[in-house]
């Protein structure tokens, strides 16, 4: 093999690799953790982006989303462990 085709070879599997991980995102429905740290804005960069987009393709995920949004307001966890710590 001749190193021009190692070069396209690994560059394909790089392809794949990356096209793999992006299906495999957006496949993957939202977790209800995931969608209240959503609501409350409090995911890092990289999830909101993915958030955001598999809400834009999943209507079962956007409907929850809605479900989630109507329940009360219960104080976060978080606000829990930091009072007690
Ligand atoms: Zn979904």
Same mark, same amino acid.
């Given at each position: 093999m001749?190193l021009?085709?190692q #070069? /396209?070879? /690994?560059?394909?599997?790089?392809? #794949?690799?990356y096209?793999?991980r992006?299906? *495999?995102?957006?496949?993957?429905h939202?977790?209800?953790?995931?969608?209240?740290?959503?609501?409350? *804005?409090?995911l890092?960069?990289?999830d909101?982006k993915?958030?955001?987009?598999? #809400? #834009?393709?999943?209507?079962?995920?956007?409907?929850?989303?809605?479900?989630i949004? *109507?329940?009360?307001?219960r104080?976060?966890?978080?606000?829990?462990?930091k009072?007690?710590?």
């Open positions: 001749t021009e085709i #070069l /396209l070879i /690994l560059f394909a599997l790089g392809m #794949l690799w096209m793999w992006r299906i *495999k995102g957006s496949l993957q939202l977790e209800d953790n995931e969608m209240r740290d959503f609501i409350q *804005k409090r890092g960069k990289n909101l993915r958030v955001r987009e598999h #809400l #834009l393709s999943c209507e079962e995920c956007k409907d929850r989303l809605d479900e949004q *109507k329940e009360p307001h104080p976060s966890p978080d606000r829990f462990l009072r007690r710590f």
